[in-house]
């Protein structure tokens, strides 16, 4: 199969990654300094997944992106699953906390968005993280580096080193969901295309992976949301 594929390059960028966008471009995230070569190989050691990505029924379906929220009061935002309300009031640290509903302070209502999605990257980096860990422990399998990114259609992909990249935005979903993803991704470590072998792994490391997979068919949309 030939793979098209965008290359956006960045004198800021260190590392080149690949990500499958929901309408199955695949782009390509290059440091400025990169070569042709180089890129070309990188596609060509992660073809099987990329084909893999592309081709998955359930991951890209036609469907228009939702806008995101309201940050206002009355307005509710999901966090592991379940919808909290939003209401503007004071709290104790001065940031955003979260009990029965998530609480942002009267002065950051300005930059209300801007800092409830910082709430959301901190509190994914301080559950997912420690979770790949778990899993990478349980597979046996070895990786780089474990990083929240920041990635509108991507729940997860690889880099040419191997390290795996989980978008902030899953913190939203329950944790089986979670899990799912994150054992999904690692087990790619031990292989990259989906056989028998790969789903017989995924289900016995996540055993709810097939309700994770139906969740995602019908909730992922919300987890696109900016906030």
Known sequence: MDLNYQIVRSPRRKKLTISVERDRSIIVHAPASATDEAICRLVESKRQWLYDKVNHPQKYQDRPHAPGKEVVNGESVPYLGQDYPIEIGETQSGGVELSRRFLIPPALQAKRREVLKQWYIDRARQTVIPRVTRHVTE??????????????????FCTVKDNV??????????MFVIDYVIVHELAHLMGANHTPRFWNIVRAKAPAADNAKMWLKEHGQILEEEV
Do not use: E
């Open 165 to 174: 990249n989980f978008n902030w935005r899953l913190i939203k979903a329950p």
């Open 139 to 156: 597979l046996g399998v070895i990786y780089s580096a474990a990083k929240i990114v920041n990635n509108r259609y991507c729940w997860d």
